[in-house]
């Protein structure tokens, strides 16, 4: 009997100290002290025999000495992979990047529809208007206003020695006729005859001339005529450029003065010096030029109409464009 509630009784002490290892400080139990008065207790520590503290402790709670610490893993013991553990959670459930690109292997944009730009929204290539066309109208050159006199040009000429063909002159051949003529004749350089009389066009080719404008209906008093040098080069030859440089601009100015409607320019020399081109006459003629706004016709010179008579018929059929012309002003 005795042995029997030591037993008890002990076990009683283990589950004390077994609820005081788990941090129970008080325990609310309603026992008689008289159970324990008459009960001697033992001071002596007693162990706890392993066999019972596994009857009270639940088996997957560790206690020091109670409990064989967990097992390490074998070292050799292959680690779980990565994809084993992914393979357990749900995100494996989700298609990995190869699987979802190959879900939008097949996907195709909507193709848009293309919209072809209508004729008005084509980019068009800028065209650049010309100032002669917008600021300023037509500012084709015109020919400058001159409030000179053909008196005052002379007057300027002088005895001109401003270029070499005055060493062989015997008279400075001036531009002559009339100062209000809607016709002007331009040729290239006095002849003989001319440089002895001082006049233009009064040699045999002179002559010729007069025969032309006649064809036309006018006379020579009517017309203005000049030349681009004033000075005849030395046997008959054409006036070089700087020679016709030089005494062009007098005749220029005379232009200015008169303001012809139509200037007729006699040969390739007067026609490349008045139009500054190096086209010769055979292909400029039978069509009218302009020199800044005033119309110009090139034909053959009279002299080398008195040459070569051949050529009269063209030269006859450029005069009809100039006489058609003027009289359409009319
Ligand atoms: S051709 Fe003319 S520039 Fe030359 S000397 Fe005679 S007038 Fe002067």
Redesign the pocket.
């Known amino acids: 009997m005795n042995s029997d509630f030591s037993d008890i009784l002990a076990d009683v002490k283990e589950q004390i100290l077994y609820l005081q290892e788990l941090g129970v400080e008080n325990l609310a139990v309603d026992l008689p002290e008289i159970m324990f008065a008459d009960v001697p207790v033992q001071p002596q520590k007693q162990t706890i025999p392993q066999e019972k503290l596994e009857r009270f402790v639940p088996v997957d709670l560790p206690l020091p000495g109670a409990v064989k610490p967990p097992q390490r893993s074998n070292a050799n013991e292959a680690k779980p992979s990565r994809s084993s553990l992914l393979e357990s959670t749900k995100l494996s459930r989700l298609p990995s990047l190869p699987k979802r690109d190959s879900i939008y292997t097949n996907y195709q944009e909507p193709k848009k529809p293309i919209i072809q730009p209508t004729e008005k929204e084509m980019p068009t290539k800028k065209t650049v208007e010309t100032p002669t066309e917008t600021l300023f109208g037509d500012i084709s050159q015109t020919l400058p206003e001159s409030k000179e006199t053909v008196e005052e040009i002379r007057a300027d ?1 002088g005895n ?7 060493e062989g ?1 015997t008279k ?1 051949v001036h531009s002559t006729g009339n100062l209000q003529a809607d016709l002007m004749f331009i040729g290239e ?1 006095p002849g003989a005859d001319e440089d002895q009389k001082g006049e233009p066009f009064v040699g045999r080719a002179g002559q010729l001339l007069n025969k032309i404008i006649e064809a036309i209906g006018m006379k020579r008093e009517d017309v203005f005529i000049g030349n681009i ?3 005849r080069p030395p046997g008959n030859r054409a ?1 070089t450029l700087p ?1 016709a440089e ?2 062009k601009p ?1 005749l220029l100015r005379e232009i200015s003065v008169v303001r012809p409607k139509v200037i007729v320019v006699l040969g390739n020399t007067a026609c490349q010096n008045l139009l500054n081109t190096k086209v010769g006459i055979t292909k400029l003629r039978g069509n009218f030029q302009d020199y800044y706004g005033v119309k110009v016709m090139p034909t053959f010179h009279p002299a080398y109409l008195l040459r070569d008579p051949s050529k009269k018929r063209e030269t006859w059929e450029d005069m009809k464009i100039v006489r058609d012309y003027l009289n359409g002003l009319k």
Request: glycine share 0%; charged share 20%.
């Open positions: 000429i001109c020695t401003r270029c070499p063909l005055h002159r400075i350089a040098n004033r000075c006036p020679e030089t005494c007098f």
